[in-house]
């Protein structure tokens, strides 16, 4: 097992963590085996930050604890800031971990190191299984082929939208996109092309959506964005200009130079809606666009249930 170094904000410097170092006599090898149990009970890296800042805070004081990882963009802050800061790079064998930070206002002394640095190495192993389980949540959500969440995603966060607009009392909003005569490149090119066709229009949609917009691709040549709090002008001006990018933004494809259009349905959330309304509206409005000639945006009406 690879050492937790650490560093410290106010210029005094503690020895590396060491995993034969006995414990101090304020921390028992049994209190050490209680945590590591207490820290097999989850999977989720959030919840096992929250445990361990718990059972830190029972054996020396401290006012806030943070953790990153920006390889899975996971960026947990509890607490507050504080003087004194002593910073942990962690590691398992050749396994990046991390950096977990704690801060307090008082100095951490040699003992509170040592009783740092024992606690950590319960923490390790738990923590490098919750990111696996995470990592594999992710790919498991993800199109292979443009990179973006896939339809398995959409289900789970059409649920985690909706909820959230009804508990903040806000709006969401959905925009599905389908590639007009897709199956001509296709039979034209052959499904390379196609296969970067499909690419070209994620990265398009990508560059068009705000930061906390969520894109998916739904499957063949229909995507998704959900929009929290945006209404229906909102939704309407952002798959405008979704739409109007793709139309005029040529692009090469293995030599294959292709323009392309998309066609756009709208909805807005409605009292009474569920997921499954809120998307079969703008799947509704997605084929009264295709129908009404393709290459345009059509918002769905709001009376449709």
């Not at 650490?6 to 590396?16: E, K, L, Q, R, W």
């Not at 995470?134 to 959409?154: F, K, V, Y």
């Not at 039979?187 to 390379?192: A, E, L, S, V």
Request: hydrophobic share 40%; net charge negative; proline share 3%.
């Amino acid at each position: 097992m690879n050492k937790p170094l650490h560093h410290f904000t106010d210029a005094s410097h503690g020895p590396s963590a060491k995993a034969d170092r006995p414990l101090s006599p304020r921390v028992t090898a049994q209190k050490a085996l209680e945590i590591a149990g207490s820290l097999q009970t989850s999977l989720d890296p959030t919840r096992l930050i929250e445990l361990f800042s718990l059972e830190v805070a029972a054996l020396m004081g401290h006012q806030g604890i943070r953790y990153r990882n920006e390889d899975l963009n996971l960026d947990v802050k509890l607490g507050r800031k504080a003087r004194h800061a002593c910073t942990y790079t962690l590691n398992l064998g050749d396994e990046a971990l991390g950096k977990l930070t704690l801060r307090r206002n008082e100095k951490f002394s040699e003992a509170d190191t040592v009783v740092l640095e024992q606690l950590l190495c319960s923490l390790l192993y738990p923590l490098r299984n919750a990111l696996l389980y995470q990592d594999a949540l992710e790919l498991a959500q993800r199109d292979p082929l443009t990179g973006i969440c896939n339809r398995s995603a959409l289900d789970e966060m059409m649920h985690q939208e909706v909820s959230h607009a009804r508990r903040q009392g806000s709006s969401c909003a959905m925009i599905m996109l389908d590639i007009d005569h897709f199956k001509d490149i296709n039979d034209k090119y052959g499904h390379i092309i196609g296969d970067c066709a499909l690419k070209a229009v994620a990265n398009m949609a990508k560059s068009c959506k705000r930061e906390g917009d969520l894109l998916f691709r739904y499957g063949g040549e229909e995507f998704v964005v959900l929009m929290r709090d945006t209404d229906r002008d909102g939704a309407a001006l952002l798959a405008e200009r979704v739409r109007s990018h793709i139309e005029n933004t040529p692009w090469n494809c293995s030599g294959a130079e292709l323009t392309m259009t998309v066609s756009i349905g709208v909805s807005v959330l409605q009292d009474g809606d569920t997921p499954v309304s809120l998307f079969a509206r703008a799947d509704q409005a997605l084929y009264s666009a295709k129908r009404n000639g393709r290459n345009q945006v059509c918002v769905a009406d709001p009376a449709l249930q």
